[in-house]
Nanobody, 120 residues
Framework: VQLQASGGGLVQAGGSLRLSCAAS????????MGWFRQAPGKEREFLAT????????NYVDSVRGRFTIARDNYKNTVYLQMNNLKPGDTAVYYC??????????????WGQGTLVTVSS
């Protein structure tokens, strides 16, 4: 199983980025997908999750209304559209495959992470 996250980079505050996570080696449509992040010196934080069909989504309050999770089961890819980025969003962002949940221990597979840096 491989989850390949991409799309990170350097962006100014107020800007946008779209992260992608391409999955292989698993039946993608059988899994809920989630996005997490970890900032330097902080614990990993749940951001968003999407059900296997895409019909259900859930977000942490700090990103609700700014971030949107979506998936394309034909492309085996999950996305995280991030708008109105803030310096506090700077972190390594991870995608994961597992249960529809905000708890990291319910996810079976993890990507390698992509770095997002937001400058003020």
């Amino acid at each position: 199983v491989q989850l390949q996250a991409s799309g990170g980079g350097l962006v100014q505050a107020g800007g946008s980025l779209r992260l992608s996570c391409a999955a292989s080696g698993l039946t993608f449509s059988n899994y809920a997908m989630g996005w997490f992040r970890q900032a330097p010196g902080k614990e990993r934080e749940f951001l968003a999750t999407i059900s296997w069909s895409g019909g259900l989504t859930n977000y942490v309050d700090s990103v609700r209304g700014r971030f949107t999770i979506a998936r394309d089961n034909y492309k085996n890819t999950v996305y995280l559209q991030m708008n109105n980025l803030k310096p506090g969003d700077t972190a390594v962002y991870y995608c994961a495959a597992g249960s529809y949940s905000k708890y990291d221990y319910t996810y079976n597979y993890w990507g390698q992470g992509t770095l997002v840096t937001v400058s003020s």
